[in-house]
């Protein structure tokens, strides 16, 4: 089967529209998924740093969405053709974390989603001249199709736009999850969110849906009024003496709160927003080592990474869907779709902080 794709060849060249060649049919447990749209996240974009851990040259793309045109069959694939779904993060399902509901832990996890996926003996998806191309996050969704595992796909309503859902397998998962999930926020308690991209306003509506008083923090002037417009409190990153601004509007600290900056400086600032025994959650990656200022974990403070929101995400991705119907996870306000052919100008803008939310439609999905 041939089909358009974006390729990403090394690590400094930009992704580049080719034809491809998936050399098999779907087997059991999995499901062939022609592509409606795919979200462009960060972690997509981080490839290129990724130091040659992350295999090239690869077709990347991991917030696909899409109708499903063949299954393989066999007792996991309750999926079935002409059922439109959400395409979300591998894992293994036999590790004892995928046993206990916590796929985004799987044993596999980094060499399932980040360092070239399941073992392919001959290569499934190739280029023209029949060079093997590195798979991703089970998906390789920057793509006309995507032959994934059925555990990935998560069923949703036909009624929706479902070219506009891929970013709830990953980005707004991560956001809106760390809120309902690892925090189980509600009505009464406060949020500090650092940093209101895709992730952080995925957290902003969530906690807003949950009843959460909530602060966002960011040093762009435009992201601060989409998180206000969401029900946050603005407040800009340089503004003099942070902490105890935050303390102030959440009446003694924030009970929880968020990173997604991979800051030192917020990471601390965070901390010392927090109430005691409140509780703060990372996203993003860190790379470097992270400091911490004396004090910050006094009084019962807590630290902890978080991967994925915690989700199942055939949990968390009908939940969102049903806040988005009834309009209080409106997610879709923070998308601007491209055509698939103009990848690149999406990777730009997004690094720009032009578009809070790329997504990525193949030919004949144009809005």
């Keep these: 089967m041939r089909f358009q794709a974006a390729v990403l060849r090394s690590y400094e060249d930009p992704f580049a529209l080719e034809e491809v060649t998936l050399h098999t049919e779907p087997a059991d447990g999995e499901i062939l998924v022609e592509i409606a749209g795919c979200g462009m996240c960060r972690t997509d974009l981080a490839v290129r740093r990724s130091a040659g851990r992350s295999p090239l040259p690869a077709v990347l793309g991991h917030e696909g969405a899409g109708v499903v045109v063949r299954t ?49 003996d001959p290569p499934r998806l190739t280029d023209t001249t029949g060079g093997a191309l590195a798979p991703w996050f089970g998906q390789s969704s920057f793509a006309e199709y995507a032959l994934v595992p059925a555990r990935n796909a ?28 690892t ?30 008083l909530t602060v966002a923090v960011d040093r762009h002037p435009g992201r601060l009024a989409l998180a ?12 003099a003496g942070l902490p105890e601004q935050i303390r102030r509007l959440t009446d003694g600290g924030a009970q929880y709160a968020l990173d997604t900056t991979a800051s030192s400086p917020r990471i601390n600032d965070a901390l010392r927003a927090l109430r ?20 910050t974990l006094d009084r ?68």
């Design 300 to 367: 019962g403070r807590s630290i902890r990474h978080i991967c994925e929101g915690d989700a199942v995400p055939g949990l968390l991705i009908p939940r969102l869907t049903g806040l988005w119907q009834a309009g209080r996870f409106p997610f879709d306000q923070l998308i601007r779709t491209y055509p698939l052919a103009d990848i690149n100008e999406a990777e730009r803008d997004c690094d720009a902080g032009r578009v809070v939310k790329p997504v990525l439609l193949p030919a004949g999905r144009s809005r």
């Design 228 to 239: 206000e417009r969401f029900g946050a409190i603005p407040l800009p990153a340089e503004t």
């Design 154 to 181: 998560v069923r949703v309503d036909p009624a929706l736009p479902v070219e506009l859902l891929g970013p709830l397998g990953c980005g707004f998962l991560t956001g809106a999850g760390a809120v309902l999930n």
């Design 183 to 212: 925090f189980s926020a509600g009505p009464g308690d406060t949020l500090a969110v650092f940093g209101a991209g895709a992730v952080g306003l995925a957290a902003v509506m969530a906690a807003t849906a949950a009843g959460a």
């Design 72 to 120: 393989g069959g066999g007792p996991d694939t309750a999926i079935g053709v002409g059922d439109h779904v959400v395409l979300s993060f591998d894992s293994c399902g036999h590790c004892r974390n995928c046993r206990g509901a916590a796929p985004a832990y799987c044993d596999s996890f980094a060499s399932l989603n980040l360092f070239g996926g399941r073992e392919e």
């Design 276 to 295: 005691p025994t409140g509780s703060l959650g990372l996203v993003a990656r860190l790379h470097t080592a992270l400091p911490l200022d004396p004090g």
